[in-house]
């Protein structure tokens, strides 16, 4: 597996092999060793999935709150993502950066994001599907969102606000201004 830093510590993309013969392709996406062996060593216990429709659908910037915080590995299994990691530790010299990288079903690759970021994706194809494993279960009483079109943040989604697909909770979501994190930075990641 390929292991690639992103400008964010901590944030990396990975890019499983793909083996292929005439019947398609194998590929391994998880590996607790060859993972470890990469310094990620954490126990995921929750998989989800999620299916998008149409073209521009947003989802996020999404967090989860200590006790509960979730470190993600995020995939695309359908379709073209635009997949983005916010930095919002206290005290991190990065604190309110983003990074974003093309995850698809062609290209394979995966992104890891630790706990202590915004995460939020945008589809660039229709009918896309996001698969992404969890380190924390889902608590509804630690679940929070910032807008996804913040200045603050400025984010390029390739697409105006005007034209993204957002669910309620994603439209009311508040300002990066106003948003008090919950994460403190622990210096080097």
């Known amino acids: 597996m390929q292991v690639d830093k992103t400008d964010l510590p901590g944030v990396l993309i990975l890019t499983p092999r793909r083996f292929g013969d005439t019947r398609g392709w194998f590929s391994e996406v998880w590996n607790r060793k060859t993972l470890a062996d990469a310094g990620i060593e954490l126990d995921f216990v929750q998989d989800n999935h999620s299916y998008s429709r149409d073209i521009g659908t947003v989802r996020g910037l999404h967090f989860q709150s200590p006790p509960h915080a979730q470190a993600k590995l995020v995939r695309c299994g359908r379709g073209r993502v635009f997949d983005v990691a916010v930095d919002i530790r206290n005290g991190s010299p990065t604190y309110g950066r983003w990074t974003g990288v093309e995850l698809s079903a062609e290209n394979g690759r995966q992104l890891f994001i630790p706990e202590g970021f915004l995460h939020g994706f945008v589809t660039r194809e229709p009918d896309s599907e996001v698969l992404y494993k969890c380190t924390g279960f889902y608590a509804p009483e630690c679940d929070g969102a ?12 390739g697409l105006g606000p005007d034209r993204a697909v957002l669910s309620d909770k994603d439209a009311a979501a508040g300002t990066f201004g106003d948003f008090e ?8 990641a």
């Open 146 to 157: 910032v807008r996804f079109d913040d200045p603050d943040i400025a984010i390029d989604w």
């Open 181 to 188: 994190s919950p994460f403190v930075w622990e210096g080097a």
